[in-house]
């Protein structure tokens, strides 16, 4: 099978029911695309786990506040669709905004709102984000009738937001939350990260060696979740011109604080900062020994 290349939800319905009739499986890669070994690695597990890979390339709007980056955020289907070929992806479903919203975004009247998991963190410092994930992430299930869908680690947050979705919404879908990708320094891939200027590029590096020293700290014994969160801050605060959005340790599947974590705890140590005009998020899960 070839790459094909669906522009429209009708299209991508047929061409996933035909594939669904022979009664094989279809793994679904959303993405927003510029895509990168991150996303690649997605596609490989979906391509090792399922008969065939969709991947979708949509830049979705309602997921970005006014202020943000929507209209400067990197696209290039050149790019996109030479990944998807190299790495066997089956189809590539890249829908206009006309097509996903046709009356316009602010026409759009139902809203899925998850609750609860979205409230901090990200859904602090963007409140109408995972409104706009849960909403696309909606209506591309429904367009890709996928059997399994892979996430990114990376964005930590959105992967309990769709497993909310999927759970409550009776979606029957396998979701398969794969680990973050790295660069060799440690700095978590991310389509975003063509945004810094390289002074940022070496200060961002900080990020991964927050979360490491956060790693000897529960090594060393550490168990008060407020001397983690210091340990991240200060590691953090060694470079200059960055500011933190936030850092700190929580209980993995509920993202609730706890004050002594125990033997067994799922924890996540939540990191976002901004250097210069470039926001980066990342996280590491520990089990607590
Ligand atoms: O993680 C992303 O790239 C986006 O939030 C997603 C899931 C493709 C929805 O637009």
């Given at each position: ?136 992430v909606t209506?591309l299930f429904l ?28 979606f029957?879908i ?116």
């Amino acid at each position: 099978m070839g790459l094909t290349t669906l522009t429209t939800i009708r299209e991508m319905q047929a061409w996933s029911a035909s594939i669904l009739k022979e009664g094989k499986t279809i793994g679904f890669v959303p993405t927003m695309g510029y895509l990168h070994e991150g996303h690649a690695s997605l596609i490989r597990k979906a391509k090792s786990v399922c008969d065939v890979v969709v991947v979708s390339v949509f830049v979705n709007p309602t997921q970005f506040a006014p202020n943000e980056d929507f209209t400067k955020y990197p696209r290039s289907i050149e790019r996109d669709t030479e990944l998807a070929l190299t790495n066997g992806v089956d189809c590539v479903f890249m829908p206009s905004a006309s097509e996903m919203y046709p009356n316009g975004t602010d026409s759009v009247r139902t809203t899925i709102s998850v609750n609860t998991i979205t409230e901090k963190f990200e859904g602090a410092f963007r409140p109408t984000h995972f409104a706009g994930v849960a909403l696309v992430v909606t209506k591309l299930f429904l367009a890709v009738q996928p059997t399994d869908t892979f996430f990114g680690r990376k964005d930590y947050q959105q992967t309990l937001v769709i497993k909310s979705l999927i759970e409550d919404l009776n979606f029957p879908i396998r979701l398969h939350v794969e680990p973050t990708m790295r660069e060799k320094d440690g700095l978590a891939m991310s389509s975003r990260n063509v945004y810094l200027q390289p002074q940022e590029r070496s200060s961002s590096v900080i990020v991964f060696r927050a979360l490491s020293s956060c790693n000897n700290a529960i090594a060393n014994g550490i168990r008060s979740s407020a001397i983690l969160d210091s340990t991240i801050q200060e590691s953090l605060n060694t470079v200059e011109n960055l500011t933190i959005d936030y850092a700190e340790c929580v209980l993995a599947d509920t993202l609730e604080r706890k004050a002594e974590f125990v033997s067994g705890d799922k924890i996540v140590a939540l990191i976002a900062v901004r250097l210069g005009t470039v926001r980066l998020i990342d996280n590491e899960v520990f089990v607590i020994p």
